[in-house]
Structure formats: C-alpha cells, structure tokens
C-alpha cells in the first residue's frame, strides 16, 4: 500500500516556503485549471472594537495570499475564500465583513480577481453523514471541485488539537455546530469532528503553524513563534503529523482515533511518509487545559482560586458546551474574579453545557437553556437560579449573579466592554517583535 505524503517546512519567507510546502507535498497534484476551488482558512473570532491578538488563532493572510498566488500560477481563476465566524450576536454580518476586509481579503479581491463569503451569507444543504446523522453545509463548498483548508497549527481546550479536521467545523450551519456537542458519549464532540471531511469534495490541507497557539482556540492562550508549515492531500494524515509537533501522539486525540478506526488506518504514522524537516527536531508541547483546582470551598480555575475566592462552584466546562456559551465563560468568570470582596459566597455552584448535575443543597445557576431543561426540576437543588437563552444574554448572566449575591460589576456585561475585552490581551505581546501584525496584513 502507498503511504500518504506529508510535507513539513520550515517558514523561511513569503510565498516560497508555501510553494515548497505545496510541492513537496504534490498538493496540486490532481487539481484541474478549471476546478471551483475553495479557501477556507481558520478565522475562528473577530472584535470591531478593539486590536487584539490573532497570532495562532487566526490563519495569517501571508499564508492566504501565497496560497492564492500559487493556485493561480496553477491556471486556476476560480477561488473564493470562506468562513462562518461565530459572533456575539447571531446573525451580525458587519462583524466578519469588517474581519475579512481588515484580514486585506478585499485587496486580494481586487488584486486577484477572487471572491469571498460568509457563509450565513449563503444557502445550508443538508448531509447524511451515516444513518442517523446529518449536518448542513454550506452549498457553495460541498458543491466545489476542490478545497483548500488553511488551519492554524493549535492545541485546544476541548479536543486536545485543532486542524484540518476541526477546521471544517466552520463550514456547517450553527444548529449542527451545536449539535457536534453532543451529550452521548458514543456519539459526542469527538465522533462528530471526525466525520466532519467525510462527504466534501478533495481537499488539501496546509496547516499554517507560522504561529501556534497554547490552550486554544481564542485570544486568552498562549501565543508561539513557531514557523512551521504541513501539507497534505490527505486531511488525516496532516492532522497526525501536526499532532506530533504539537506534543501529542495522535493516539492521545479522540477524534483522530475516530477518523482513523473509520479509514482502518494506523494511528502511529507508520502509513505516512514526511518529506521536508525531520519532525522530531520540531516538536513544541503546548498545554491544551486549563487547569481547575477543587476543594471542599470552591471549584474555580487556578488563578481564581489562588485568589482566594471561597463558596463558588464553577466546575470545568465539558465537550458538550458549545462555542457561544464557550464565548461567555471568560466573562462570567471575570465578573466573578472581580467581585471578589473576600467574603465567602453562600455556596453557589454554576452549571454548563448539557449533562453536568447539581450538588445537593446548593443556590444553582443554570447556565443557558441546555442547562435549564436537565436540571430546572432536579430536587437536589435548594435554590435555582435560571439563565435560559442560548446562548444567554449577558444581562440575564448578571441578574442571575446578583440574585446569587455575587456582586458583579455591570460595566462588564456591556456589549463595549465584551466587544473591547480581548484587546487587553495585546499587552502580553507589547515589545515582542516576532509577534507582527503584518502577517494579517495585504497591501492594496
Ligand atoms: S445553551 Fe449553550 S450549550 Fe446549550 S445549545 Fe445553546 S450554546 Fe449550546
């Protein structure tokens, strides 16, 4: 049997290191000049308000528009870029307007003759995966001749590692992102994202590691120079690959084991051949958690509780939160972190996503609708405070924390203030010079 090919390169300078990326991994091997091809890079949040953070959680444009150039020295005039950004507001189109036009997409529009689309712009088409399970995608990719998908290389706090695979989660619509957080074990976060590529057209996929990230997949992890590029025709197999740089035996990742029990592939790369760098010279761990600490006052994440903070129970999300109470977490647990005046709370414990359960004899927030229906009626709790939308509102969060006694600032619940939150992270790279926001930037 032929083993896939994966190229691993060094990114060295613009276009060239994606060109020897592209060729060493034949990438462009089948591809006709006159496929549909779609782009679809990792652009997995955005802010009007505020410059933040993108390094390892953007794809760069650096990366888009070398792959742009190189699909069009192939003969290709057909390329669109695409993404479903998840917003604040469901529904805002100004929001990734304003990324894909700040990302310098509007320059290589004009520049390249290229197209560019939100998919909540566009039409769903609903795919049986297998029996029993469907998702819906957006038209224009599942309909394409060829996808090229430019993640970034990260570590990510509810399937270990996001790439290729994971990548594609932003193509499908919000009701089957919501329900790839499956609460059945069998059938749950990690099948899900397995069988996300199953039923696209051929897709090539370089993961952009020019930055990776720690804890990801937003702003508030760890940002890393790490100047690495893997390509692959084979999705899989990237993935693997980019596990192993990533610290992590793909054998570690959930959904990988799914993929590659479905492919009857090994998971230890014994049926991938690496051209380029030696991996094992590359190997960088990044943390994918972050870590919660226990104890008979509180569970809170580590830096609250350092803090002292007693008579909370904030327990560690699971796979079955989706991204927009995701979005909220950081908030609820600031809102908490600064109303901490240094007397204990009155044993109050906060739930989320969709299977977690109360402890008896606690004041219960449940936190988002999902929450709300398992456990409005469950009698172990002594006092239930619901937050019911989903994805709750933010003031409904904080009458919920008042009604809990927990003082929060309501400043922080204003739209501007969420809007404004993830430019504070800009500080951690302030002086730093290999974190350089023109790898985000196309000139006209
Ligand atoms: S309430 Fe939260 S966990 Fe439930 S479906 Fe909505 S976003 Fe997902």
Known sequence: MSKSLVAVVRYESPLESVRKAVELSDGFGNLSSNARVFIKPNIVFWTKAAQFPKWGVITTSRVVEDMVVLLKEHGIN???????MVTMIPGDKDTPAHAFKSLGYENLKNRYGIKYINIFE?????????????LNYNKDILHSDFIVDLPVMKAHNQTIVSL????????????????CHNPDPDKDLH??????????PPIFT???GIYSLERGPGFDGKMKRSNILVASSDILSADMVGTRLLGYEPSDIPYLVHAAKKRNRPTDLSDIEIKGEEIDNLVSYHEYDFKYEENENCTLPVPLAKQ????????????TMCTYCSAINGLVLSAIRFAWKGTPWDDVEILTGKIMKPVKGKK?????????KANRNNPDINEVIE?????????????????????????????????????????RYKGRPEFDESFFQISE
């Open 78 to 84: 057909d390329i669109t870029i695409c993404e479903g």
């Open 122 to 134: 566009r039409p769903f088409e609903k795919v049986e995966i297998e029996e029993g399970l469907t």
């Open 164 to 179: 290729g695979i994971k990548n594609l989660k932003g193509i499908i619509d919000i009701s089957s992102r919501k329900k």
């Open 191 to 200: 099948y899900h994202v397995s069988r996300l590529s199953d039923k696209l």
């Open 206 to 208: 370089l993961i952009d």
């Open 308 to 319: 002292g903070i007693a008579g909370i129970f904030y327990r560690k999300y699971d796979s």
């Open 364 to 372: 219960t927030i449940l936190l988002g609708k999902c929450m709300c």
């Open 387 to 427: 937050v019911k939308g989903c994805p709750p509102k933010p003031k409904d969060i904080l009458n919920a924390l008042h009604k809990a006694g927990i003082d929060a600032d309501p400043n922080l619940f204003k739209k501007e203030t969420i809007e404004q939150l993830p430019g504070f992270f800009m500080a």
